[in-house]
Structures are given as structure tokens and as C-alpha cells.
């Protein structure tokens, strides 16, 4: 690992490392990632590396040894879960980058990561260091700014690693800034300690019960200069030495801050460069539509539908347009843009329906009920034109589903053979006819279980949507 204070050299008993596990604490700068790729380099092609990554640092590590890298905001919770039985089965060394996640999700993964390395069959109980960096953000101490469920199951796969993993092969190496963010249940399994660089008294003292100092001692461990630290354990040496770590082959791919030359340029020029096209453009002028006609009056209405339609031969002679599908859709169009529309029972729109019909020249309706219905429910999803040609595939799926649920299964094929990122909840219950977001969400899940379509959700908690029987698929929904 590097050099003692007299010059001799510092090794870690990699046998016993993996039955007694590591703890390597140090606040941002004390080096401790620079440790961990030192441990990480002179291992590689010993033993099996694992490394859950939640800044993308470690990711370099695939450019000169045989490690995989990917990238976990690619991914559902569920391919991650079978992602790590299968590095354990063919024992690969692997760095999970967590970059990219909220830290709700960040704990969401690494709890369904090790969860996957923890269930891996007994064959596949190889011998195995997970590393784990920025710990205390996947084992907290107490309450912290995520939900309650992923803090339990980032907490309880953490303990099962550095307190149950022994038996199946797994050694925790883990990592901290601040001990007192740490859960103690976490940190106590560990046997032994890489303690850098800290100030605050709380881990001071901690850092100092570990390593078995008297707490006048503490003071030491914040003096010890960056990339040195303290090492104690049965893996390290009996009693405590301070190690200069030595150096690495590989390089993060972010670096520490270094003065760099400010630029030379005059202020006068400067000033100009930094204030030029600030103003906001000139607003142009739109032209406000034509306010729409005034809509007719109850009396009107009444009047119009108490009227009796023409015998067939007089309607004959009327002069009618011979397309009545333009009409139809100016009418749906109309509908579906009144916001009390969706709440509405589909007999009252039906009857809206076929007056607006015929305040636009069509005396016979040109649709009965159910075709009524049917077309409302492709209005909603925004396909107004007719569903006989271009969408009868997509009506063959939808067969056995509920008339009022071909909506939102039309409005979701509709976004998945355009490419466009899969509607919201909210969205989904406005076409269902519905304010309730749950009732959404079990319209989803009924259509999953009759196998039309297949959600899936990625860990940024992006959600799309695949019609497996017309091999289309949504784009990810966007984040709120």
C-alpha cells in the first residue's frame, strides 16, 4: 500500500482482508479514493473486485484492467439485481456507477445490487472485495432526506454485507468522510481501519475508540498530512502505523481543484464581451385569433332536437356533404377541448354530439353509440381521424380490454409509434375520465396482466412503455 515512517513497506494481507473487512475513513481531500484505487490496482487479477461507484470515479479502472463499468441510470432496479449474479457466477471484477441518480435512487440500486450479489446460488460463493465508496450515504447513522423505504433497504443490505457476507465470500470495503454519519451497526463489523485526515472532535473520537487511542491521542489524526493515514488490524499490522499510500496508474476522471493563470485580457474589453446581447429581443406581435362564435342557447337546443328528422327521401334531396368525416372531427375536436368533457357521461356527449352535427348541416348523425364511444375514447388519446385503417393492428391488441379503457391503451400506442416519451399519470387519468392517479395506475396494471403492454422503470424513476404485440415502445417519461 505504500511506506511506514521509517521507509518500509506497507502490505495488506489480501487473505485476511477478505475475512476480516476494511474500513477506510477521511474527509474530502485526505485521500481516500486515492487509497482505494491503490488497494483496487494492486489486487487487480488476485481476487474478484466489486465497486459501487456513486460519483463515476472508479469507472477509469476498465481502460487498463478487466473491469466492466456501467452506467446504472441505464438500467430498472430488476437488471441491475440480475447484473450481479451474474458477475458473481462468472467472476468478473465490476464497477457500478451511480452517477447520474438522485441519492433516493442511488440507494435504491446499490440495495438491489447487493441484494444480487448477496442471493447468488452457493456455487457461486467466490471470493470477492466490494468496495463501496461514500458509505454513509447508503448506511446513514439516523433519519436522512430520502424516503423511509429506501433508507431501510440501503441500511439492512449494507449490514448483511459486512456482517453476514463473510460466509458467502463477500468483504466489505467501505468508505467514509464523516465516521458520525456512518450507521455503528456498519462500521463495527469491520476489523480493520485506514483512518486519514479529520477535524471535527465527534469523528476524532470515534476514529481514535477503533483504533484503540486514548483520547489526549485523537489530536494526531488531525495532523497527518493528505494520502497518509493511520492502519490498524489483523490484515494491516497488530499495532497502529501511519502509511504514506503510494502511487496509482490510474487517474478519476474528475481531479482535485489547482490554481490555474486567470486569463489576460483588458477589463474595458472584457466588460464589453460579458454585457454584449444581454437585452431581451424586441417582442413580436402575434395576432389574436378571432373570438369563437357565441354557443347556442338552451332554448335553441331543445328546439333543434324536439325538431323531427326529414322522411329518407327528403333527406335525400337536402343538400349534405357526401364526407361526413371532416365534420366528425371538427365535432370531437370541439368535445374533447371543453374542460367539464371528461367528467361527463358519454350519453350526455352523445347528445352534444349529434346537435353540434347538425347545427353543422349532418341531420342523421354519422355515428350510433358504441362508434360514438369508440371514437371519443381515440379523441382522448388524440387520434381524431378514423380508426379503420392505420390503427386497426393497435385495436386487434386491444380486443379484450374494457371499451373504456381503449383510450389510454390508444393513447399509449399512439406514443409509442410516435417515439415520444410515455404519458404521466396525470395525463393517463385525464384520458381515462378520471382525477384519481390511482385508478390510473390500476388501469396500467389490469392491462399488464392481460399481457397487452409491459411497463418498465428505470432507476431515475423514469417510466416507458412497450406494446410487445405491435413491437412499438415509449420513450422514457420525462422527469418532473
Given at each position: 500500500?505504500?511506506?511506514?515512517?521509517?521507509?518500509?513497506?506497507?502490505?495488506?494481507?489480501?487473505?485476511?482482508?477478505?475475512?476480516?473487512?476494511?474500513?477506510?475513513?477521511?474527509?474530502?481531500?485526505?485521500?481516500?479514493?486515492?487509497?482505494?484505487?491503490?488497494?483496487?490496482?494492486?489486487?487487480?487479477?488476485?481476487?474478484?473486485?466489486?465497486?459501487?461507484?456513486?460519483?463515476?470515479?472508479?469507472?477509469?479502472?476498465?481502460?487498463?484492467?478487466?473491469?466492466?463499468?456501467?452506467?446504472?441510470?441505464?438500467?430498472?432496479?430488476?437488471?441491475?439485481?440480475?447484473?450481479?449474479?451474474?458477475?458473481?457466477?462468472?467472476?468478473?471484477?465490476?464497477?457500478?456507477?451511480?452517477?447520474?441518480?438522485?441519492?433516493?435512487?442511488?440507494?435504491?440500486?446499490?440495495?438491489?445490487?447487493?441484494?444480487?450479489?448477496?442471493?447468488?446460488?452457493?456455487?457461486?460463493?467466490?471470493?470477492?472485495?466490494?468496495?463501496?465508496?461514500?458509505?454513509?450515504?447508503?448506511?446513514?447513522?439516523?433519519?436522512?432526506?430520502?424516503?423511509?423505504?429506501?433508507?431501510?433497504?440501503?441500511?439492512?443490505?449494507?449490514?448483511?454485507?459486512?456482517?453476514?457476507?463473510?460466509?458467502?465470500?463477500?468483504?466489505?470495503?467501505?468508505?467514509?468522510?464523516?465516521?458520525?454519519?456512518?450507521?455503528?451497526?456498519?462500521?463495527?463489523?469491520?476489523?480493520?481501519?485506514?483512518?486519514?485526515?479529520?477535524?471535527?472532535?465527534?469523528?476524532?473520537?470515534?476514529?481514535?475508540?477503533?483504533?484503540?487511542?486514548?483520547?489526549?491521542?485523537?489530536?494526531?489524526?488531525?495532523?497527518?498530512?493528505?494520502?497518509?493515514?493511520?492502519?490498524?488490524?489483523?490484515?494491516?499490522?497488530?499495532?497502529?502505523?501511519?502509511?504514506?499510500?503510494?502511487?496509482?496508474?490510474?487517474?478519476?476522471?474528475?481531479?482535485?481543484?489547482?490554481?490555474?493563470?486567470?486569463?489576460?485580457?483588458?477589463?474595458?474589453?472584457?466588460?464589453?464581451?460579458?454585457?454584449?446581447?444581454?437585452?431581451?429581443?424586441?417582442?413580436?406581435?402575434?395576432?389574436?385569433?378571432?373570438?369563437?362564435?357565441?354557443?347556442?342557447?338552451?332554448?335553441?337546443?331543445?328546439?333543434?332536437?324536439?325538431?323531427?328528422?326529414?322522411?329518407?327521401?327528403?333527406?335525400?334531396?337536402?343538400?349534405?356533404?357526401?364526407?361526413?368525416?371532416?365534420?366528425?372531427?371538427?365535432?370531437?375536436?370541439?368535445?374533447?377541448?371543453?374542460?367539464?368533457?371528461?367528467?361527463?357521461?358519454?350519453?350526455?356527449?352523445?347528445?352534444?354530439?349529434?346537435?353540434?352535427?347538425?347545427?353543422?348541416?349532418?341531420?342523421?348523425?354519422?355515428?350510433?353509440?358504441?362508434?360514438?364511444?369508440?371514437?371519443?375514447?381515440?379523441?382522448?388519446?388524440?387520434?381524431?381521424?378514423?380508426?379503420?385503417?392505420?390503427?386497426?393492428?393497435?385495436?386487434?391488441?386491444?380486443?379484450?380490454?374494457?371499451?373504456?379503457?381503449?383510450?389510454?391503451?390508444?393513447?399509449?400506442?399512439?406514443?409509442?409509434?410516435?417515439?415520444?416519451?410515455?404519458?404521466?399519470?396525470?395525463?393517463?387519468?385525464?384520458?381515462?375520465?378520471?382525477?384519481?392517479?390511482?385508478r390510473a395506475r390500476r388501469v396500467l396494471a389490469y392491462m399488464e396482466s392481460r399481457d397487452v403492454i409491459v411497463p418498465r422503470e428505470d432507476l431515475s424513476g423514469r417510466r416507458s412503455i412497450a406494446i410487445p404485440q405491435l413491437g412499438w415502445t415509449t420513450q422514457p417519461s420525462e422527469l418532473a
Amino acid at each position: 500500500m505504500g511506506l511506514d515512517d521509517t521507509g518500509r513497506t506497507v502490505a495488506i494481507d489480501l487473505e485476511e482482508l477478505l475475512a476480516t473487512r476494511l474500513l477506510v475513513q477521511g474527509n474530502s481531500g485526505s485521500g481516500k479514493s486515492h487509497l482505494l484505487r491503490r488497494l483496487l490496482e494492486k489486487s487487480a487479477g488476485e481476487v474478484q473486485q466489486i465497486v459501487i461507484d456513486p460519483e463515476g470515479d472508479f469507472v477509469t479502472l476498465a481502460d487498463h484492467y478487466d473491469h466492466v463499468a456501467i452506467e446504472a441510470v441505464d438500467y430498472s432496479a430488476t437488471e441491475i439485481t440480475r447484473f450481479a449474479g451474474r458477475c458473481r457466477e462468472h467472476r468478473t471484477s465490476v464497477v457500478l456507477s451511480l452517477e447520474g441518480l438522485e441519492i433516493d435512487s442511488q440507494m435504491r440500486c446499490a440495495a438491489a445490487f447487493l441484494a444480487g450479489l448477496f442471493d447468488a446460488p452457493r456455487d457461486h460463493w467466490y471470493p470477492a472485495l466490494v468496495i463501496v465508496d461514500e458509505a454513509q450515504l447508503f448506511a446513514p447513522s439516523g433519519a436522512a432526506e430520502v424516503s423511509e423505504d429506501a433508507r431501510r433497504g440501503s441500511l439492512a443490505a449494507m449490514a448483511n454485507l459486512m456482517s453476514r457476507g463473510r460466509k458467502r465470500g463477500l468483504a466489505g470495503v467501505i468508505a467514509t468522510q464523516r465516521l458520525a454519519k456512518l450507521s455503528k451497526n456498519v462500521a463495527a463489523e469491520a476489523s480493520n481501519f485506514l483512518m486519514g485526515r479529520t477535524f471535527l472532535d465527534i469523528d476524532m473520537a470515534r476514529a481514535a475508540d477503533l483504533l484503540g487511542m486514548e483520547r489526549r491521542q485523537a489530536e494526531a489524526i488531525r495532523d497527518l498530512q493528505r494520502g497518509s493515514f493511520l492502519g490498524l488490524g489483523p490484515a494491516i499490522a497488530r499495532r497502529s502505523i501511519t502509511v504514506r499510500i503510494g502511487a496509482v496508474e490510474t487517474a478519476a476522471r474528475s481531479s482535485s481543484p489547482s490554481l490555474t493563470p486567470l486569463p489576460q485580457a483588458p477589463a474595458d474589453d472584457m466588460r464589453e464581451f460579458l454585457l454584449a446581447d444581454l437585452e431581451d429581443p424586441a417582442p413580436v406581435a402575434l395576432a389574436l385569433p378571432l373570438p369563437p362564435p357565441p354557443p347556442p342557447s338552451a332554448n335553441q337546443l331543445l328546439a333543434e332536437l324536439a325538431r323531427p328528422a326529414p322522411p329518407p327521401e327528403a333527406a335525400a334531396d337536402d343538400e349534405e356533404p357526401q364526407d361526413h368525416e371532416p365534420v366528425v372531427v371538427t365535432v370531437l375536436r370541439a368535445i374533447v377541448a371543453e374542460a367539464e368533457a371528461a367528467t361527463r357521461p358519454i350519453a350526455a356527449l352523445f347528445q352534444d354530439f349529434q346537435v353540434r352535427c347538425r347545427m353543422m348541416g349532418i341531420r342523421r348523425p354519422p355515428l350510433d353509440l358504441p362508434g360514438f364511444a369508440r371514437r371519443l375514447a381515440a379523441a382522448r388519446a388524440g387520434i381524431f381521424e378514423s380508426l379503420d385503417d392505420d390503427w386497426a393492428p393497435a385495436l386487434a391488441v386491444a380486443r379484450d380490454l374494457p371499451d373504456d379503457m381503449l383510450g389510454v391503451f390508444l393513447l399509449i400506442a399512439r406514443t409509442a409509434r410516435d417515439g415520444a416519451p410515455c404519458p404521466s399519470d396525470e395525463v393517463i387519468a385525464e384520458t381515462y375520465g378520471t382525477s384519481s392517479l390511482g385508478r390510473a395506475r390500476r388501469v396500467l396494471a389490469y392491462m399488464e396482466s392481460r399481457d397487452v403492454i409491459v411497463p418498465r422503470e428505470d432507476l431515475s424513476g423514469r417510466r416507458s412503455i412497450a406494446i410487445p404485440q405491435l413491437g412499438w415502445t415509449t420513450q422514457p417519461s420525462e422527469l418532473a
